[in-house]
């Protein structure tokens, strides 16, 4: 597994050792271990996984307070572009956001720590988007950004994006709540 960092502090790209032959393939998608010997304390408590087609909008997502959520964010079919948005004040990337296609091909992972808000578009006819979460999902602690906000600039890669109504009336980026603030973080 190689851990790589991206220009936005806190922010990873998990490349896995993938073992192939003539029956397909395999890789561990996650390891207590190997990521404990980077330091981290990690723990995660719930598993996602969302299928949606083509031109499909999710985000921008978020939890508050004690259900804040670290995720670790794959795609088991298909190809997404995956995004995490820093918000949090007070950081040099802060309404910043870093993109990268998590595919079934690439096999890459992304992590994000708390202070991101997060979303992803469906590249690919289909995707089954699979993503681990450190803290339950809480309803009453949700927020969302509005996927087209102005000031972030985020191209999606999609035209005519499909995208729910609950999504649809996230907010603007400059609405946000001060809910975080920056310290550096790397995997923990």
């Known amino acids: 597994m190689k851990f790589k960092k991206t220009p936005i502090s806190g922010l990873l790209v998990i490349e896995p050792d993938v073992f192939e032959d003539n029956r397909g393939y395999f890789f561990e998608s996650f390891s207590e271990k190997k990521y404990s010997e980077l330091g ?14 083509h031109g499909t909008v999710r985000g921008l997502h978020y939890q508050v307070g004690e259900s804040s959520q670290g ?32 595919s079934e091909q690439n096999h ?12 992803f578009a469906v590249l690919s006819d289909e995707a089954i988007f ?44 400059s ?3 001060e809910d975080f603030n920056f310290s550096i973080q790397e995997i923990v």
Request: charged content about 25%; some cysteine.
């Open 108 to 119: 890459l992972q992304f992590w994000m720590p708390l202070g991101f808000a997060h979303g």
């Open 40 to 53: 981290s304390t990690i723990k995660f408590v719930q598993d996602n996984i969302s299928k949606s087609k």
């Open 130 to 173: 699979s993503y681990k979460c450190t803290a339950l999902y809480e309803k009453t602690a949700e927020r969302c950004i509005i996927y087209n906000d102005k000031s972030l600039h985020i191209d999606w890669m999609v035209e005519n994006p499909i995208v729910s109504n609950k999504d649809l009336a996230g907010i603007e980026f």
């Open 71 to 102: 995720k670790l964010c794959q795609v088991l079919k298909g190809r997404v572009l995956d995004v995490a948005v820093d918000i949090r004040f007070g950081s040099p990337t802060f309404g910043k956001y870093f993109a990268i296609e998590l």
């Open 175 to 177: 609405k946000i709540e």
